[in-house]
């Protein structure tokens, strides 16, 4: 049985990624070029300005440091647009019950997301209290793949990494949970997903039951 659980956002408590996406191909057409959704999983888990640095890449256009601060700004403020409506209802399948599950059993939970818009989604989709601790893009120095977000969670809720469970929709942020010394459980396909320790297609399928085998 687990310590203490720790959650990324993006894809496994609420599904942001149609509106990263939108904001992303706006950005990319009004530079000349098309972004699709494939182009899109490679932005999954990954800072604004790595996005933004990939993105850049895929068109093959160079931008100066200031250029490229505002683009990115840009596409923020796009996006902050885009989910100023979100609201319960788009919390993923299977969450709302696992998080009862864990606070029936005193076990603590924090977020570790790369998004320096976590506070405001929780907050929208009214999770922001009950997280134990939230870290996120606004206060790690190194992004994932780096566990620095993870570490950070642990220590947070005073567990040591080794028991604690991550959470994990994205490539970069298994690598980060594995760094990190946790059990890491990929959301999605194993397929894609690769080096988690268990894979579960939505958060319907978990519970502790099955995270104590
Ligand atoms: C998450 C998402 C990424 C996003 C990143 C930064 O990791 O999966 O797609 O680029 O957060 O989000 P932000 O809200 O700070 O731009
Ligand atoms: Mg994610």
Same mark, same amino acid.
């Given at each position: ?21 939108? +904001? ?11 972004? &699709?959704?494939?182009?899109? %999983?490679? =932005?999954? /888990? $990954? ?10 890449e ?13 683009? +990115? ?11 100023? &409506?979100?609201?319960?209802? %788009?919390? =993923?399948? /299977? $969450?709302i ?21 976590a506070?405001?989604?929780l ?10 601790a939230i ?36 490539q ?6 594995k ?15 690769k ?19």
């Amino acid at each position: 049985k687990p310590k203490a659980v720790l959650f990324d956002l993006d894809g496994v408590i609420v599904d942001t990624a149609k509106h990263h996406f939108q +904001a992303w191909k706006q950005l990319a057409n009004e530079l000349g070029f098309s972004f &699709t959704e494939q182009d899109n %999983e490679r =932005l999954k /888990g $990954v800072s604004r300005m790595d996005s933004l640095n990939i993105l850049l890449e895929i068109g093959q256009v160079t931008k100066s440091q200031s250029e490229k601060e505002e683009l +990115a700004a840009r596409k923020n403020e796009r996006y902050v647009q885009s989910i100023s &409506t979100m609201d319960e209802s %788009e919390i =993923l399948p /299977g $969450v709302i019950s696992f998080l009862e599950e864990l606070n029936e059993n005193h076990i603590p939970f924090a977020l570790g997301s790369a998004s320096k818009n976590a506070p405001r989604i929780l907050k929208k989709i009214g999770l922001y209290d009950q997280f134990h601790a939230i870290i996120d893009g606004n206060s790690i120095a190194n992004a994932k793949p780096d566990p620095e977000v993870f570490l950070k969670g642990a220590e947070a809720l005073s567990v040591n990494s080794k028991d604690c469970v991550v959470f994990e929709d994205a490539q970069s942020g298994i690598e980060a949970g594995k760094a990190a010394g946790m059990y890491v459980v990929g959301v999605g396909d194993s397929a894609i997903l690769k080096g988690a320790n268990d894979y579960i297609q939505s958060m319907e399928e978990m519970s502790l039951n099955r995270l104590s085998k």
